[in-house]
């Protein structure tokens, strides 16, 4: 059984679009001869009958198409985070959050809004917010990212300016919430939590319960490849969102999530594009009508560091191509929930010395969220050798990834 978040009656209309991006990705060398056979998309059958998109599929689609926007200038941005090129996202200049505002709108004019995700290098979510404010017509303190000396002058600043709305990723947050709650500071006029990027994050609703008692959370789902999918209120789960009606989401047989433009203006040919996202088509609480996409958490290899998206499996390749290497493991340390610490362990072949100092070098030079994620704290991240990984006791498994908890 598979599932999609519009019934075939509505979504019929709209497959035009579709069709027009399956002619696209006809023409990607690499690519075509995988839809070969297919015909075009007349039904949501036909269309769950095409193979997925991936990641690196879509960056290959993309070198090829090089998109542009018909009436505006044409933004590239970067998505994820690995070894090799960044994958890349196209968006005109508005970032087609016109569809998000007809449908949802947590800021208005009386709003006084910072937008904490960062700005630059590249990253899609800052520009994308200051798009929804602006057809807000609210406040804006674009702040961006701030050093750990500088969360309790701008807190004070805040609190002054009577801010009622904040976004940025759960991570982020955190630690703006986090410093707030440490240095007693209380933000009262704080109604509005954005958030788009990751997980919502428990201990992140603990701290606003204390620093911002009325601030409810407001929630995006989405990607640099699928601009925002879908999004919530504070009426709905933590990990339940409500597609767009431009955004066709589609549940297969084994949970995975995959996601078809329907607007005739989206750059990227997003055709059953997978993002590593485990969910299901269900009700929503909220008793808004219509299924809802709940989303169980990733199915691939990339974990959120610092809110930026790290491959394991390409670190973990890049590290065993090093002379004498012959295994390797990442082990994540996390203290409240954000990480803080990256140790990459080698296992090496007898008698073998690899240049460890040169190895993290690379890594740091090679992967994009590594040299951004720690850019304030780079000796967090540490490459050693050890005699041998850390395994499960229970099952004898060595896990490529190890997540270490801290208090």
């Known amino acids: 059984m598979t599932a999609f978040s519009l019934p075939p009656e509505e979504a019929a209309p709209r497959l035009s679009v579709a069709r027009r991006t399956l002619a696209r990705l006809r023409t990607v060398p690499g690519l075509a001869e995988r839809y070969e056979g297919h015909p075009d998309v007349r039904t949501l059958d036909g269309l769950a009958a095409l193979p997925p998109l991936a990641k690196d599929d879509l960056n290959t689609a993309l070198a090829h198409l090089e998109p542009a926007a018909e009436h505006t200038a044409t933004w590239l941005f970067q998505s994820g985070g690995s070894t090799g090129a960044p994958k890349l996202g196209y968006a005109p200049t508005g970032f087609y959050m016109a569809g998000v505002h007809a449908h949802w709108q947590p800021l208005d004019r009386s709003d006084v809004f910072v937008n904490a995700w960062g700005a630059g290098r590249m990253w899609g ?71 788009l990027g990751e997980a919502w994050q428990d201990q992140l609703a603990e701290d606003l319960a204390v620093v911002a ?93 610092r809110g930026l998206g790290l491959d394991v499996d390409q670190v973990i390749a890049h590290a065993e191509r090093a002379p004498g290497v012959a295994r390797a493991q990442l082990v994540l340390t996390r203290r409240g929930g954000r990480v803080t610490e990256l140790d990459v362990l080698l296992l090496t072949a007898p008698g073998a010395a690899p240049d460890t100092g040169r190895l993290r070098r690379e890594l740091l030079a090679a992967t994009f969220t590594l040299s951004t994620a720690f850019q304030h704290d780079p000796g967090n991240v540490r490459v050693r050798t050890v005699s041998e990984l850390i395994g499960n006791e229970r099952t004898g498994k060595t896990a490529a990834l190890v997540v270490r908890e801290e208090t």
């Open 125 to 195: 979510a800052h520009f994308l917010a200051a798009a929804l404010a602006d057809l807000a017509g609210c406040r804006i303190i674009a702040l961006g990212s701030v050093t750990a000396a500088e969360y309790g002058p701008w807190l004070e600043f805040l609190a002054a300016r009577r801010v009622t709305a904040i976004g940025g990723t759960p991570s982020v947050l955190r630690l703006w919430f986090t410093h707030a709650r440490a240095a007693g500071i209380r933000l009262p006029d704080l109604r509005k939590v954005l958030w």
């Open 213 to 305: 008692p009325q601030a409810r959370r407001w929630g995006m789902f989405g990607s640099t490849e699928t601009w925002v999918v879908a999004t919530n209120t504070p009426d709905c789960p933590a990990d339940t969102f409500h597609p767009l009606p431009h955004q066709l989401v589609h549940a297969d047989a084994d949970g995975l999530l995959d996601f078809t433009t329907l607007d005739p203006e989206m750059l990227n040919p997003v055709l059953r594009y997978r993002t590593g996202d485990a969910g299901e088509l269900t009700g929503c609480p909220c008793g808004r009508r219509g299924p809802a996409m709940r989303v169980h958490g990733r199915r691939d290899s990339v974990v959120q560091v």
